[in-house]
């Protein structure tokens, strides 16, 4: 096998980050609509739900999917 | 555009005044995903967006019950809209990959990569590769077959969680279940070995 510096210094983030209890992709995105208003309102969203910013911090998918949703709402703040 | 409440959009949405409904929602769900996948998507953004946001109707047509009031509609909406848009561009992106071309060739030899890098400390190399070699070995003799696959398609192959998922004939929920068991399992490995996460990526900072 050929892991890299690299390869192997995110797999050990991912190790770090890891908990007894997480979300699913699934539960993330029940409470990500409501995560991400808070955040745009100026609340710390992370604080009040760390439950779901720990599975973004895990989860590439799932975070590219709110960066989008941020992006999306950002149209309409003039 | 008339601006509506939650319960008016769903009143809307179900009831005689549907199909102004659905124009309204059409216009703010493009509108969105025009902002947001413009940076993305680099030819026929606007045909794109209105076959993601036709997609998208259908689904929060068919999911309204499931709102539960938390957000404004809208929010809601769009964040079903940008599921529909990713999925599809996902699936477009990765149609072509398997699981085995992201997997890393088992040469059988122990010459990691790091000894290319310029680290240069020969202490710091050394400790290197000693951790990936031990790593390496982990993955192989700790982890099941579908935990070590999933685990590199998505952390060295960069592929999207859902596409793996489907390649290994599971759904994202299952394999992101299957993911944090592989984690667990690799820290409790790390620990019996008297290492923490944080000092072998130290040992990997230049
Ligand atoms: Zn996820």
Redesign the interface.
């Known amino acids: ?5 690299e ?10 980050m ?1 908990r ?1 209890h ?1 979300l ?3 539960h993330c ?6 995560f ?2 808070m955040e745009l309102s100026g609340k710390n969203a992370a604080e009040v739900m760390p439950l779901v910013q720990q599975h973004l911090d895990l ?4 975070r ?2 709110y960066q ?2 941020l ?6 703040i003039d | 555009m008339q601006t509506r409440t939650n319960s008016e959009w769903l009143n809307d949405l179900r009831g005689p005044d549907q199909d102004q409904a659905i124009e309204d929602l059409r216009k703010v769900l493009k509108r969105g995903l025009i902002y947001s996948l413009s940076s993305r998507i680099k030819t026929d953004l606007e045909t794109q967006v209105d076959d993601f946001v036709q997609d998208a109707i259908l689904r929060i047509l068919d999911k309204l019950d499931t709102f539960r009031g938390e957000s404004r509609f809208t929010t809601w909406a769009q964040k079903v809209a940008v599921r529909v848009a990713f999925t599809e561009l996902r699936r477009q992106r990765w149609k072509d990959i398997s699981l085995e071309d992201l997997m890393p060739e088992d040469s059988g030899d122990f010459t990691p990569l790091v000894l290319a890098d310029p680290s240069p400390n020969p202490e710091k190399r050394a400790t290197q590769t000693i951790m990936t070699e031990m790593i390496e070995t982990m993955l192989k003799e700790d982890l099941t077959e579908r935990q070590r696959t999933a685990m590199l398609a998505i952390m060295k192959g960069g592929m999207p969680l859902e596409e793996v998922a489907r390649r290994m004939d599971t759904n994202r929920n299952a394999l992101y279940k299957l993911l944090h068991d592989a984690r667990k399992q690799m820290r409790e490995s790390l620990l019996e070995k008297g290492l923490t996460p944080g000092e072998v990526i130290e040992a990997f900072e230049i």
Do not use: H, R, W
Request: glycine share 4%; charged share 35%; net charge negative.
């Open positions: 096998m050929k892991l890299s510096s390869d192997i210094q995110k797999m050990m983030e991912a190790v770090k890891t007894e997480e699913d992709c699934g995105y029940d409470e990500i609509d409501q991400v208003e989860c590439g998918a799932c590219e999917e989008a949703l992006d999306t709402l950002k149209a309409f």
